[in-house]
């Protein structure tokens, strides 16, 4: 079976360094007023599901089902098929490879996936607009300026006044530190259905492993 590794840039770091051009101070407050947007939607989100569509660098696409509850809670559980998990219990993101038996565990601060997993972060300090040329969708680019190696996330929503803070999560790209990119997209959004902690377990497969992400 041909192993899969695009998921690894969900989580490895990223390197490059963006320069942000130099905008007229009506456009800055601008930009900070979708900041605070998406700040607000973050901060709105209880429990998000939705199909996703995962593409790396090569233009491999993967699928499956993602499952998200603040604070700090995700799953991706890809298509039958595929022996790759990532979850994240509130504390730790997990990569568990079923087919070799491994298990790599990293704080969620240190992913880019912290800037949508922390409510409690204020996007203003380490995040900026990326033009569209769409007024319907925003771009937001989000690193932590002082730890390059997190990475880099860009996360597309489009606006849409029955969504949270008036927000729909599309998408986003992540960077490793080859400057290797892999996108997702959502689709079939559902916000604020009951989730169980449960969903947030995973079952161990080292010899003599343990259940439930210990």
């Not at 990119?181 to 492993?209: H, I, L, M």
Request: a positive charge; zero cysteines.
């Amino acid at each position: 079976m041909k192993r899969i590794v695009a998921p690894l840039a969900l989580v490895l770091a990223a390197t490059t360094a963006l320069v942000a051009p130099t905008v007229p101070a009506t456009a800055q407050q601008q930009d900070q007023s979708d900041l605070a947007k998406v700040n607000d939607y973050i901060r709105s989100v209880t429990t998000l599901t939705a199909d996703f569509s995962q593409t790396d660098r090569n233009g491999q696409t993967l699928t499956g089902k993602l499952t998200l509850k603040q604070p700090g809670k995700i799953r991706f559980q890809y298509q039958k098929g595929v022996p790759l998990l990532i979850v994240s219990d509130g504390k730790a993101l997990t990569m568990i490879d079923y087919e070799v038996r491994q298990v790599q565990r990293w704080p969620i601060g240190n992913s880019p996936l912290g800037a949508l997993l922390d409510p409690s972060k204020d996007l203003s300090k380490y995040g900026k607009l990326v033009p569209t040329g769409d007024p319907t969708v925003l771009s937001v680019e989000a690193r932590d300026p002082k730890r390059p190696e997190y990475g880099t996330i860009t996360m597309i929503f489009k606006r849409n006044a029955s969504a949270p803070a008036g927000l729909q999560l599309y998408g986003w790209v992540m960077l490793d530190s080859q400057n290797n990119r892999t996108a997702v997209r959502f689709s079939n959004q559902v916000y604020g259905a009951p989730v169980a902690d449960s969903a947030f377990r995973w079952t161990d497969p080292r010899p003599r492993g343990r259940s439930a992400g210990s």
